[in-house]
């Protein structure tokens, strides 16, 4: 039985055995690329130590029923625990020890050596475990190399990865090898992509780099510095240096030592020239051997560039042809919504001069609220400097159909008014100039995500919705292949009514009626458009701050530091009900007309509010209509707790806030581009609350539905949702379809299971 094989030995033929990280090494020694010299410990070496130790049975009952109870995490992360003990328990036997320990003498004495989990499944073309198993740096000696190849194995059952696999639908009992090569005592590091991650275009490589280990760009502890660079002819067609705050290098105790950088070095580029063809000219070396575009890690040590690790890019699925890179590239931010726009643009620090932009201009602003509505519907796109994937301006274009790019950070600065651009939404990008389109819009060359064309699709057992918040999208929306709408926002629509008047001030005025009306006639219009199939209205969820700056705001709005937590959803209809009983009055007059439209009661905190606020709905005309239903949001995590007693209140649905319910669960502003890799729905804390809130719901007999854009662009957290039993799951209009097909694709896996018997 083979135990140990030196790299230079193993190809992918050897996957089976080497895992894919000791594969992929093995085509690059035969390559002739820089590697590292090292050997591999063969999977066989875990699987002879776990049957030696006699937890092999064991531990493979025990991950079967991990990964039916991954969703359960008051179990799970118990349960990957008691797994990776049996793995420490098992030990390694005297033969497999000694045949390790060979190969790392044979390496020279003592010497230091990175030692890499490569598990069985990992660096796939369809699957990356990228950084989920152990890696450790800078190991030395034999006792501290067994200790190593040991935690490695026991990686393969922490819950991430466990979690991962489970998501994955991945059943096989797993296995680990791991990779022993010298530890390079990397100056600089970094990653090199053979197809550019943000466009899909695979003329070109990206390069990253910083100081020190590599260990820093990958887990996005630092701000790289960006090389972007042909294939064709080596030319460097961008350079971004990044802010590199610190390093880790080995310390005098071999161990890894973190070095703060002061602002020259930190601010210093990384690689000349030179240097970034050469690691530019080994990636694509690894993309020609591989046949397919790579991930690669790379290091510099003594003038000399290694490659230490490379793996396909398994993100390589973005829809659409990339812009043409005949433009220069200006600006780069998030990619909230596909599709591309080209105008000139229009920088606008207030909504108050709205005026100044004309219809098919781009619209570049620092952020967006509900007060920029109205300009927002002339744009042909929208750009703004901070904002992540869930903010204002993402959601409302979404809904407009506008291309979008949010957290570019400078474009207030770096776009001039008057100047000719091309928003590319798809891919985050801002170019120079028009950029001629197949499909032109007015003055815009749009491609527009409102545009799509209903098509047959599958049938899932899990219901697809749609979020809706302009009536004027409602005909198109409702031609789609969707179940009903599972999010009218309020917001929007009284945006319109009010006039840009605080409704208190229209109040004092004696305007209600003509506010009642036009709300009643702009949801009528989205439940005629929808019926039979249900309309799910959330009522007005303003913030202090959106509410202030209404004409006569100021003075009846407190001014708040946290608004986001403040004075808002239910508690605001039960201190100052003016407002919501006008909403429940339209309502009312819209459902004697269109009967499947029911109420959603957003930002519930506490029972006693929501108590209070069930009795304004009960003494209001809507009250006593029958068939009505009474939802309430799920985004504060104390839903956890008081759900049982919110339908014990005569509550009969729920819809899951994953943004807000995100943004809460971890403490993260959503709307922050500086702390966007923390914002997590599949965070294991979020998805334990979703969990029990289905549960609940379940367990209750109530609708429980989810209305969030991750299940669209995520297919493991749509199956998360289905495993755990939801109802429905609400998406915005042009990712309808593609959330139906991820249902689709998790409800047929269960099923397959069911009849497996799995």
């Known amino acids: 039985m083979r135990y140990v094989e030196d790299i230079a030995n193993l190809g992918m033929p050897d996957a089976e055995e080497a895992g894919g990280k000791g594969a992929n090494m093995g085509e690059m020694v035969a390559a002739g690329l820089p590697v590292p010299p090292g050997f591999v410990v063969l999977r066989d070496s875990y699987l002879e130590s776990m049957k030696a130790g006699g937890v092999a049975d064991e531990l493979n009952a025990a991950h079967r029923e991990a990964l039916l109870a991954a969703l359960d995490t008051s179990r799970f992360d118990g349960m990957c625990a008691k797994m990776r003990a049996l793995v420490l328990?098992?030990?390694?036997?005297?033969?497999?020890?000694?045949?390790?320990?060979?190969?790392?003498?044979?390496?020279?004495?003592?010497?230091?050596?990175?030692?890499?989990?490569?598990?069985?499944?990992?660096?796939?073309?369809?699957?990356?475990?990228?950084?989920?198993?152990?890696?450790?740096?800078?190991?030395?000696?034999?006792?501290?190399?067994?200790?190593?190849?040991?935690?490695?194995?026991?990686?393969?059952?922490?819950?991430?990865?466990?979690?991962?696999?489970?998501?994955?639908?991945?059943?096989?009992?797993?296995?680990?090898?791991?990779?022993?090569?010298?530890?390079?005592?990397?100056?600089?590091?970094?990653?090199?992509?053979?197809?550019?991650?943000?466009?899909?275009?695979?003329?070109?490589?990206?390069?990253?780099?910083?100081?020190?280990?590599?260990?820093?760009?990958?887990?996005?502890?630092?701000?790289?510095?960006?090389?972007?660079?042909?294939?064709?002819?080596?030319?460097?067609?961008?350079?971004?240096?990044?802010?590199?705050?610190?390093?880790?290098?080995?310390?005098?105790?071999?161990?890894?030592?973190?070095?703060?950088?002061?602002?020259?070095?930190?601010?210093?580029?990384?690689?000349?020239?030179?240097?970034?063809?050469?690691?530019?000219?080994?990636?694509?070396?690894?993309?020609?051997?591989a046949g397919c575009p790579q991930d690669t890690e790379w290091a510099i040590a003594n003038g000399k560039t290694y490659i230490v690790q490379t793996r396909p890019i398994t993100t390589l699925h973005r829809v659409g042809k990339p812009v043409p890179e005949t433009h220069e590239v200006?600006?780069?931010?998030?990619?909230?919504?596909?599709?591309?726009?080209?105008?000139?643009?229009?920088?606008?620090?207030?909504?108050?001069?709205?005026?100044r932009l004309q219809d098919g201009e781009v619209l570049v602003a620092q952020m967006t609220n509900p007060d920029w509505l109205p300009t927002m519907r002339r744009a042909s796109a929208l750009v703004t400097d901070?904002?992540?994937?869930?903010?204002?301006?993402?959601?409302?274009?979404?809904?407009?159909?506008?291309?979008?790019?949010?957290?570019?950070?400078?474009?207030?600065?770096?776009?001039?008014?008057?100047?000719?651009?091309?928003?590319?939404?798809?891919?985050?990008?801002?170019?120079?100039?028009?950029?001629?389109?197949?499909?032109?819009?007015?003055?815009?060359?749009?491609?527009?995500?409102?545009?799509?064309?209903?098509?047959?699709?599958?049938?899932?057992?899990?219901?697809?919705?749609?979020?809706?918040?302009?009536?004027?999208?409602?005909?198109?929306?409702?031609?789609?292949?969707?179940?009903?709408?599972?999010?009218?926002?309020?917001?929007?629509?009284?945006?319109?009514?009010?006039?840009?008047?605080?409704?208190?001030?229209?109040?004092?005025?004696?305007?209600?009626?003509?506010?009642?009306?036009?709300?009643?006639?702009?949801?009528?219009?989205?439940?005629?458009?929808?019926?039979?199939?249900?309309?799910?209205?959330?009522?007005?969820?303003?913030?202090?701050?959106?509410f202030r700056n209404l004409k006569g705001g100021s003075e009846y709005e407190p001014e708040e530091h946290n608004p986001m937590i403040g004075y808002r959803g239910c508690y605001r209809y039960i201190s100052n009900p003016d407002l919501f009983g006008l909403e429940l009055q339209a309502l009312a007059r819209v459902r004697e007309r269109n009967p499947n439209l029911h109420l959603m009661i957003p930002f519930v905190r506490t029972r006693w509010e929501l108590e209070k606020c069930l009795e304004l709905v009960d003494a209001s005309p809507l009250g006593r209509q029958r068939g009505l239903h009474r939802w309430v949001m799920a985004e504060v995590p104390s839903v956890v707790y008081w759900?049982?007693?919110?339908?014990?209140?005569?509550?009969?649905?729920?819809?899951?806030?994953?943004?807000?319910?995100?943004?809460?669960?971890?403490?993260?502003?959503?709307?922050?581009?500086?702390?966007?890799?923390?914002?997590d729905e599949s965070d294991a804390a979020v998805l334990d609350a979703i969990g029990r809130i289905i549960t609940t719901a379940r367990r209750l007999g109530i609708t429980a539905s989810l209305c969030g854009q991750a299940p669209s662009s995520r297919p493991d957290f749509a199956e998360h949702l289905v495993r755990m039993g939801i109802t429905s799951i609400s998406v915005t209009p042009d990712a309808a379809a593609r959330t139906r097909r991820n249902v689709a694709a998790a409800e047929r896996r269960l099923l397959l299971e069911a009849a497996r018997g799995d």
Not at 242 to 271: C, P, T
Not at 512 to 527: F, I, K, N, P, Y
Not at 656 to 662: A, K, M
Request: include cysteine; charged fraction near 25%; glycine fraction near 10%.
């Open 89 to 289: 328990k098992a030990g390694i036997p005297d033969d497999v020890r000694e045949r390790i320990l060979a190969a790392y003498r044979a390496m020279g004495p003592d010497c230091y050596v990175a030692v890499r989990s490569s598990a069985t499944g990992e660096d796939g073309a369809d699957a990356s475990f990228a950084g989920m198993n152990e890696t450790f740096t800078n190991v030395r000696g034999e006792d501290d190399l067994i200790e190593a190849v040991q935690n490695c194995w026991a990686s393969l059952f922490g819950p991430r990865v466990v979690s991962y696999r489970a998501s994955r639908g991945f059943t096989a009992d797993p296995a680990m090898a791991v990779v022993v090569q010298l530890m390079i005592a990397s100056e600089r590091s970094g990653v090199a992509f053979t197809a550019d991650p943000t466009t899909d275009a695979t003329d070109r490589v990206v390069v990253e780099g910083a100081f020190g280990q590599g260990e820093v760009v990958v887990s996005g502890s630092v701000e790289p510095d960006t090389y972007v660079v042909s294939k064709e002819n080596g030319e460097i067609l961008s350079r971004r240096m990044g802010y590199k705050s610190f390093k880790i290098i080995r310390g005098d105790d071999g161990k890894d030592l973190r070095v703060e950088l002061g602002e020259a070095q930190a601010e210093a580029q990384v690689l000349n020239d030179d240097e970034v063809r050469t690691i530019a000219d080994i990636a694509v070396r690894s993309e020609r051997h």
């Open 330 to 355: 200006l600006l780069q931010g998030l990619p909230a919504v596909p599709g591309e726009a080209s105008g000139v643009v229009r920088v606008l620090k207030d909504p108050q001069d709205g005026a």
């Open 386 to 546: 901070t904002g992540g994937m869930t903010c204002h301006a993402a959601i409302v274009a979404r809904e407009l159909g506008v291309p979008c790019i949010v957290g570019a950070r400078t474009a207030t600065k770096d776009l001039k008014d008057g100047a000719v651009v091309t928003v590319d939404g798809t891919h985050g990008r801002v170019l120079a100039g028009r950029v001629e389109q197949e499909q032109k819009t007015g003055g815009a060359q749009t491609a527009p995500v409102g545009t799509v064309t209903a098509v047959a699709s599958e049938v899932t057992a899990t219901k697809i919705y749609v979020n809706v918040a302009m009536p004027d999208k409602a005909e198109e929306a409702a031609a789609l292949d969707v179940d009903g709408v599972g999010l009218l926002r309020a917001e929007l629509i009284l945006e319109d009514a009010l006039q840009n008047r605080h409704p208190r001030d229209l109040i004092a005025h004696g305007e209600q009626d003509s506010l009642v009306e036009s709300l009643a006639t702009a949801v009528g219009r989205v439940a005629a458009a929808f019926s039979p199939r249900p309309v799910v209205y959330r009522a007005s969820d303003f913030r202090t701050n959106e």
């Open 643 to 679: 759900l049982p007693e919110y339908v014990g209140m005569g509550v009969d649905g729920v819809s899951i806030g994953s943004n807000d319910l995100t943004q809460l669960m971890l403490g993260v502003d959503r709307d922050s581009d500086l702390c966007a890799e923390l914002y």
